[in-house]
DNA sequence: CTCCATTTCTTAATACGCTGAATGAATGAT
DNA sequence: ATCATTCATTCAGCGTATTAAGAAATGGAG
C-alpha cells in the first residue's frame, strides 16, 4: 500500500504528495485521477494540481479513456508513467567480466551486452565501465539519463563507495566519484543483489508487494530483503548474507565456502562436486551446464543431483520462511538455469519444514532469466533514482 | 532516526509533526525546542507552537533548564514526558496463568502479581483477566488509561483476535472486544514476542535503535523483529517463528520441538532432556532451575550442559546475524536465568559463524530477567497506544 | 554595575498547498 | 433533446509552516 509519507515543512508536503501520487502512477499502472485521489485519500482538487505538474514536467502523460467500465458518466483518463522519454544504463561488475544492459525506464532492457574483463583491480574496471558506458550511449535513441553500477560486496551506498569486496578484492573504492567524473553523468552503486531486489521492488514482482524476499542462485547464494518497499541493509549494512547461513554443522565442503554453509549446498561449485561425485562418468572439467544438461536428458543420476539440490533449497526457503514469513520469494540467477528440475522437491521440502501453513502463503516466482537480468538490476537502480528524482524535485526550477 | 512521516492533508500535517515532535521527546529523554527542531529540520517556531500545544494537553512538561551546558546565552528548557499521569495495567496469558503488571507510561513497573488460570478456555480467562484487571485498578492511585494483554500464538492485531494459539488451544477468539466490553476501557491484544519487542523499541533498549532483534528463551524460542522502529510481523501475520527453524537433519529430539530444530536445543525441555543424559544423579523430576543451580555451584557436567547450550545459542544467532546484520540483539526470557553460563560460548560460536565481521558489530543485550518482564511487555503496548493517540488527536476536543 | 554579544524561545506577517463547493465536461438513459 | 451521473477543474478559504523580528535569559567586557 502506498502511503504518502515523510511529511512536511522545508522539504515541502507538495514534494512528498507528489512522490505518492508518482508512486501510485506507476505501480498501479494506467489509473485515474480519481482513483489516485481515493487511494491516497487525497481531494480530487489536490491531484488534479499534482497530475498536471507532473503531465508539464513530461513525467505522465494522459494514454487513453477508460472504456473497459461501463456505466454512465465522463470517461476516466487515465495517467501512465512516460517510461520511454529517457534510457539508463546498467552494468553489473563480476570477475567474470562486465554486463551491460541499456533500458527505459521501466527496466525494460533495449539492448545488453557483455564485456570480458582482464583485471579486476579499481583501473581497469573503471576503464571499461567507461567505455562500455559509451558504447551503450552511442546506441541509444534517446537521452541518457544515469548509470547504474552493482556487484558482489559491501557497498555504502550514500557515498556511493565499495567498502569491502572479497571477490573483486577491493576495499574502499569510491567508484561511483570516479565514474561520476569521468562520465559527467549520475551513477549509482549497490551491491548486486540488493539492485535486484530493487528491480524487482520497482519493476517487477514485487511491484505489487510491500515486503519479500529475492533469493540468488549462482556462484554464490544471496539474499535481499525489502521491507515496506525499501531495500533493508542493516544498520551497518551486510544484510542478506544468507550463503554464510551454517545447514549443517559436519556439512559438505566447496572451494569457497565454509563447510556446512548454504554455499556449500546450493553454489555452482556444490552442484558440480555433487555431480562429479555420483554422476557416472562425469568429466573432470565438467561444469554446470553439463549437469543441467545431462538431467535434462533424463540420466537418472544427474536428476537426483538435481533433487538433492531442490531438497537443500527447499530447507533454506523454510529457513527464511519461519523467521519473515513472507508473502512472496523471488527466486532468481545463474543457478535457475534448471528450476523445473529442483522445483518439486524444494516445494516439497519447504512445506515440510515451515511451521504450520506458512508455506501456503508463500508465493514463489522465478525471475525468467537471461544474461542481462543482472545488469537489468543495476539499470533499475537508476532508473528509480531518476523517476524519484524528476517526480519529487518541484517546482524550483 | 525519527523522522516526520505519513505526511499529508486532512489527516493534517499537524497532527504528524505533534506525533514526530512527541516521538523526540520520548525517546531522546529531557530535550530543548531548539534541539527538536534541529532533529527534524522544523523551524523552532513550528517547535513552539506544537509543545505549547502539547504541555497544555498534559502530555509534556518543562522539566528544568539545562544546566550542564556551558557557554553565553539563554539556558534551554529542557522538555520532558509527563509519564506519570495515568498508568496503564498489562496481563500475559500462558498456560502457567496471568502474569500481571501495572506502569506508570514509561512501563515502569508499579505494581505485579501472578494469578494461576485452573483451565485455558476463553471464557476462564477472560473472566481471569477481568479479576485481575480490577485487583491491579484498586491498586492504582492514578486513571488507568488502557490494558495490554499478550500471549502465545497468531494475532490478528488491529481486529484485536487470538487467530490461533495451540499452547491455549484458541482459534478465533475476539480477545479485544470480549475485554472492552466487560472492562470498559480500551484493549490491545498483541502476540507475547512481538509485545516485548514493541516494549524494547519504545522503553528499552530499542530506544536508540531503529532496527534491532528481541530474542526470548524460554518454555519456546520466539524471535521479534523491529525494523524502522516498526514491529514486523509479516504481510499475513506469523513472521518470527526462530524456534521451528531446522538447524541439524539428524538433531535431537523434544516432547514438543520437530526435532533437530532450534527449540530442540534450546527450549527449557531441552535443557532437562541434556540434564538428564549427562549430569550424574539427575532426579527424573529436575526441572530447569536445578540444573541452574548445580551449575552455579561449580559442578562440571552441569556446566557443559550450559556451554553447549550456549554453543547452540551461538550458532542461532548467527543465524540471525548473517541474514539481519542487526546493531543489537536483544535476550529475554526464562531461559537466561544463566546468563552468564552461556555467554561467553554462546560469543565464540557465533564469531566462528557469523561472516566476516558482522559479529563485532551485535551488541548483544540482557534484559535483566524478572516474573513481570512478559507482563511489562503486555503494559507497554498500552502505554505506547495511549501516548502515540493522545499525542496526535489534536485539535478536535 | 551596565551594556553588549549570544543563544533560546516567542510573536507577527507571509506563503503555500490542501479542502470543499461550485462549475464544466463527457457519457448513458429516458 | 434533456437529465442524471461521473470525472475533472476552478476558486475561495483555511490551517500550518516559514521567515523575520523581537523578547527573555545569560556570560563577559569595559
Redesign the pocket.
Known sequence: MIERTRA???D???S???GAVFQVVHRHGPV????IAARL????????????DLIERGLVYEAR?DDE?????????LLEVAYDTASVAGIKVSNAGLTCALTNLNAEVLSARHEPLPETDPDTVVDAICAAFAALRSGADRPLAALGVSLPGLVDVDRQTVRHSPLLGWDQVPLGRLLQERLGVSVLVENDVDALALAEAWFGFGRTHDSFLVVTLGRGVGLGIVMNGEVYRGPNGGAGELGHVLLEANGPRTRYAAPGTVESFLSDDALVREARARVAGFPEDGGVELVVDLAERGRDDALDVFEDYGRALGRTLSLLVNVFAPSLIVLSGEGLRAAELVLSSAQAELRRLAFGDLAEHVELAFEPWGDDAWARGAAALAASRHLTETAIS??GD
Open positions: 512536511t515543512a522545508k515541502d508536503v507538495r512528498l504528495n507528489q485515474s485521477r480519481i482513483d485519500q487525497l481531494s480530487p482538487a489536490a491531484v488534479t494540481n499534482i497530475t498536471s479513456k467500465r461501463g456505466g454512465v458518466g465522463r470517461r476516466r483518463i518541484a517546482r
